[in-house]
């Protein structure tokens, strides 16, 4: 079983459009990651979602939401998607108050 | 601003040798250094950890020393195999800040040479 998934696992779009990445961990952790990891290869931290609670919100535009309908589940909603949010997203997730997360295999997204 | 460095995007060891991956910091705060393991087309993998109260944690062939006065911090494997040729990244984190908030460097691609 796979502890933490992403899908899709490739998503190709043309700029302007809306998407939606699916996250879903079934380790029974609290919190809930999003990171990019861009061309550099340099992995941010996104968003983090405690108890359906935002915890941290880095400086990363308003087109990005985090949307959790339960603690299993953290999805990431893009509006009207730009050529520089291509990139490697990937969801994580770790026990409350534990520094260790555990990573999806990750979402490519390229946008046209 | 980075915080964690990885200043070597790559290196090269034999089979059997110790590789040794490098990692500094900036921030005093942290309190708690993360190495994970990616290979390509996945998500990083945990590795080992170690808190800032001790200078060295041990697990199997992965050896991290902590030098907290030099802000400095290194994966030790030993021996290397070629399995574990991937991307290595270093990662931080400080209580204050709160714990679930992971700092990355830009990964080191280890090649272990059969």
């Known amino acids: 079983d796979t502890a933490v998934s992403q899908t899709p696992k490739y998503l190709v779009t043309q700029m302007g459009n809306d998407k939606s990445i699916k996250c879903e961990q079934n380790l029974g952790h609290d919190t809930m990651y999003w990171y990019k990891q861009d061309s550099k290869k340099f992995l941010k931290i996104m968003f983090s979602y405690n108890n359906k609670e935002l915890i941290i919100n880095e400086t990363v535009p308003n087109r990005f939401s985090p949307k959790s309908p339960d603690k299993a589940h953290l999805n990431l909603h893009i509006n009207s998607l730009e050529l520089g949010d291509s990139a490697v997203y990937f969801c994580?997730?770790?026990?409350?108050?534990?520094?260790?997360?555990?990573f999806g295999p990750g979402t490519r997204l390229t946008v046209l | 601003d980075q915080q964690v460095k990885q200043n070597s995007p790559s290196l090269s060891v034999q089979e059997g040798r110790i590789s040794i991956l490098n990692c500094d910091y900036t921030n005093s705060m942290f309190d708690y250094f993360l190495w994970y393991k990616k290979y390509p087309a996945e998500g990083p993998t945990f590795l080992i950890s170690i808190s800032s109260i001790k200078d060295k944690n041990e697990d199997g062939r992965f050896t991290v020393f902590l030098n907290k006065s030099a802000k400095h911090l290194s994966l030790h494997i030993v021996p290397s195999q070629p399995g574990d040729s991937a991307v290595y990244f270093c990662?931080?984190?400080?209580?204050?800040?709160?714990?679930?908030?992971?700092?990355f460097g830009t990964g080191t691609r280890l090649t272990v040479i059969p």
């Open positions: 994580a997730s770790s026990q409350d108050q534990s520094y260790t997360q555990y």
């Open positions: 990662a931080a984190s400080a209580r204050e800040t709160g714990a679930n908030n992971l700092f």
